[in-house]
């Protein structure tokens, strides 16, 4: 499991599997979110992909890095069951 994450994590490096077509493929809520201090994923470039998606929800977390043990659980426990519920 390990070792296919991180292949993953170099694909992603290497660029985007994911294109503008696809994402405009996707039709299910979703709920993007990015770190404030995030220093792997811009706030451009999530902002970027929440506008391709047809049916999508934005969270920017305040004070928070890229790794998602320093997002507040109880902030994202709220932003969660705010867009799930809804």
Same mark, same amino acid.
């Given at each position: 499991?390990?070792?296919? !994450? %991180?292949?993953?994590?170099? %694909?992603?490096? #290497?660029? *985007? +599997?994911?294109? #503008?077509? $696809? &994402?405009? =493929?996707?039709?299910?809520?979703? /709920?993007?979110?990015? %770190?404030?201090?995030? !220093?792997?994923?811009? /706030? @451009? @470039? !999530?902002? $970027?992909? &929440?506008? =391709? /998606? #047809? *049916?999508?929800?934005?969270?920017?977390? +305040?004070?928070?890095?890229? +790794?998602? @043990?320093?997002? $507040? +659980?109880?902030?994202? %426990?709220?932003?969660? #069951?705010?867009?799930?519920?809804?």
């Amino acid at each position: 499991l390990l070792s296919k !994450t %991180g292949d993953l994590i170099k %694909g992603i490096a #290497a660029g *985007n +599997p994911l294109k #503008a077509d $696809d &994402y405009a =493929q996707i039709k299910h809520p979703v /709920l993007v979110s990015v %770190g404030d201090s995030d !220093t792997m994923v811009s /706030l @451009e @470039e !999530t902002i $970027d992909v &929440y506008r =391709q /998606l #047809a *049916n999508a929800a934005l969270v920017v977390f +305040p004070s928070t890095k890229h +790794p998602v @043990e320093d997002v $507040d +659980p109880d902030m994202l %426990g709220f932003h969660a #069951a705010r867009f799930f519920v809804s």
